[in-house]
């Protein structure tokens, strides 16, 4: 398996064939609601309802480790036509799956939970994570960029509820106004040693520590580039 980072915004025909890509090796989806949710946010899990498998109280997901005491809801939904289809009419680009506007977090997986696509959408990252034969079909989607990051072990852990995170290779923090979590984002710019001894399953995903900002969703629009 190899580590990918996706590069540039992921908006209109990159986002449509992201979305095509992922419907031809995942299963499932989910996204996250970690902050008191807004309307336009409980519209769009009303809308995605009838795809939905669970739902789920966690503290970390694909990308993503709250700081201590906080927990957040992980919605599953099942990969068909229907609900690719609903996700490109909600949003035209993957990092709009961003509080305040949305569910945070699109993320993708195999059938056996394995992760297939990670994103950190407040830090406009995402990455894939592809075996071989994965990364050759990919070539049919042209519009999707991607910069190698390196090879990691092949064993994964299955579910983001599972994810490990004692063996995550320690970032420095960045100067983030959030506070109090690691800048993923620069994981992924940074070339991955291949098969690191300290990147074993699941140790490239939950780096990126949050907490909840103290501001309200009306204060925070306008900060969403940081690099």
Request: proline content about 7%; charged content about 25%; aromatic content about 8%.
């Amino acid at each position: 398996m190899t580590l990918f980072r996706i590069v540039g915004d992921v908006e209109g025909s990159s986002y449509t064939e992201l979305l095509r890509f992922m419907s031809l090796h995942a299963a499932t989806f989910s996204l996250t609601v970690w902050h008191k949710p807004t309307r336009s946010m409980l519209d769009a899990i009303d809308q995605l309802r009838p795809y939905e498998n669970e739902v789920r109280e966690v503290t970390e997901w694909p990308g993503t480790r709250l700081m201590p005491g906080r927990t957040a809801q992980l919605h599953v939904y099942r990969v068909d036509a229907a609900s690719i289809a609903e996700l490109k009419r909600i949003a035209t680009g993957l990092f709009n799956w961003r509080n305040y506007a949305l569910p945070d977090d699109l993320c993708f997986y195999r059938a056996d939970g394995t992760v297939l696509l990670e994103t950190i959408a407040s830090e406009d990252a995402a990455a894939l994570h592809l075996s071989e034969q994965e990364l050759s079909d990919l070539a049919m989607f042209p519009a999707i960029s991607v910069r190698i990051v390196g090879p990691y072990a092949t064993e994964r852990t299955r579910t983001p509820l599972r994810c490990r995170t004692s063996s995550v290779p320690q970032i420095p923090m960045g100067d983030d106004p959030e506070g109090g979590r690691v800048r993923s984002s620069d994981r992924f710019r940074a070339r991955a040693n291949p098969v690191h001894p300290r990147t074993p399953a699941g140790a490239l995903s939950c780096v990126n520590i949050r907490r909840e900002r103290r501001e309200s969703p009306a204060s925070a629009g306008g900060d969403r580039r940081r690099h």
